[in-house]
């Protein structure tokens, strides 16, 4: 209870008129906590969208830093957000480990090839990516300068790619059969992708590279009613419990964002 004051205490107010008034920031960790708030905090996730408010295209946004950057900050000063996602891109993960991706100018890439759909083989843990694989030094660095330019005010929002999902990438459709066919080998794959996001690991882990950026907020998105339906989402859930303890993410569980395939 102490400690739980003591960040409260430490998150910044804005100074209006002689008075102190709560940051998006503050509201958005106040309702976290589950206590009463003057409004609903507003979380618009601008997604590749914010790249159109600068003139840039999905592919554009994705790829060049200096472009996510400059869209961030429009959509940070043109809708004046609580919080604000960095980059929603669910193919960032898959894409390190080996999925082929289709690029388009008006929406994230989709994964077109999935490297385990001729074989049920569950990837080495060397391939974890790091904080150095694919696109992720320029997302981590577009975190960072977020974080200084708005962070006081404003909660940032670092995603991953939940479990199922990134094994669906890998595998493809024959997930869905595989959860028939060969429950051990899901829960195998499972684990392996729940491995990905996991803080910790020696340095590996994602989701610990954006919580050192600092982000404070970590949404994982996970697909798929049936995993839910057969109780195999014990990799999400531990992912989420790892994230939880000691890495001071509040209400970790409350990011689920169910997006049924």
């Given at each position: 209870?102490?400690?739980?004051?003591?960040?409260?205490?430490?998150?910044?107010?804005?100074?209006?008129?002689?008075?102190?008034h709560?940051?998006?920031?503050?509201?958005?960790?106040?309702t976290?906590?589950?206590?009463?708030?003057?409004?609903?905090?507003?979380?618009?996730?601008a997604?590749?969208?914010?790249?159109?408010?600068?003139?840039?295209?999905?592919?554009?946004v994705?790829?060049?830093?200096?472009?996510?950057?400059?869209?961030?900050?429009?959509?940070?000063?043109?809708?004046?957000?609580?919080?604000?996602?960095?980059?929603?891109?669910?193919?960032?993960?898959?894409?390190?480990l080996?999925?082929?991706l289709?690029?388009?100018?008006?929406?994230?890439?989709?994964?077109?090839?999935?490297?385990?759909?001729d074989?049920?083989?569950?990837?080495?843990?060397?391939?974890?990516?790091?904080?150095?694989?694919?696109?992720?030094?320029?997302?981590?660095?577009?975190?960072r300068?977020?974080?200084?330019?708005?962070?006081?005010?404003?909660?940032?929002?670092?995603?991953?790619?939940?479990?199922?999902?990134l094994?669906?990438?890998?595998?493809?459709?024959?997930?869905?059969?595989?959860?028939?066919?060969?429950?051990?080998?899901?829960?195998?794959?499972?684990?392996?992708?729940?491995?990905v996001?996991?803080?910790?690991?020696?340095?590996?882990g994602?989701?610990r590279?954006?919580?050192?950026?600092?982000?404070?907020?970590?949404?994982?998105?996970?697909?798929?009613?049936?995993?839910?339906?057969?109780?195999?989402?014990?990799?999400?859930?531990?992912?989420?419990?790892?994230?939880?303890?000691?890495?001071?993410?509040?209400?970790?569980?409350?990011?689920?964002?169910?997006?049924?395939?």
């Open positions: 209870r102490q400690r739980r004051r003591r960040r409260r205490r430490s998150l910044p107010r804005l100074r209006m008129n002689g008075r102190l709560m940051t998006g920031k503050e509201l958005i960790f106040q976290l906590r589950h206590e009463p708030t003057p409004r609903a905090p507003w979380v618009p996730f997604g590749v969208h914010a790249g159109a408010l600068v003139g840039a295209t999905a592919t554009q994705l790829t060049d830093e200096e472009t996510l950057v400059r869209a961030l900050l429009e959509v940070n000063r043109l809708y004046k957000p609580d919080g604000q996602p960095v980059v929603f891109d669910l193919q960032l993960e898959a894409e390190v080996g999925c082929g289709v690029w388009a100018d008006d929406c994230p890439p989709s994964v077109s090839s999935h490297p385990l759909a074989t049920m083989t569950v990837p080495c843990r060397c391939t974890l990516p790091t904080a150095e694989s694919g696109r992720m030094p320029m997302v981590l660095s577009a975190m300068r977020m974080k200084e330019a708005v962070g006081d005010t404003t909660a940032l929002y670092g995603l991953l790619c939940g479990p199922f999902t094994a669906s990438h890998l595998r493809g459709n024959d997930i869905f059969m595989d959860m028939f066919d060969d429950e051990d080998y899901v829960k195998d794959l499972l684990g392996f992708c729940g491995g996001g996991r803080a910790g690991g020696g340095g590996r994602i989701s590279r954006r919580i050192d950026a600092p982000l404070r907020l970590i949404y994982s998105l996970f697909s798929g009613f049936g995993a839910l339906d057969k109780g195999r989402n014990r990799p999400h859930r531990s992912l989420l419990r790892r994230l939880h303890g000691g890495n001071g993410i509040r209400s970790c569980a409350g990011y689920i964002l169910l997006s049924g395939l």
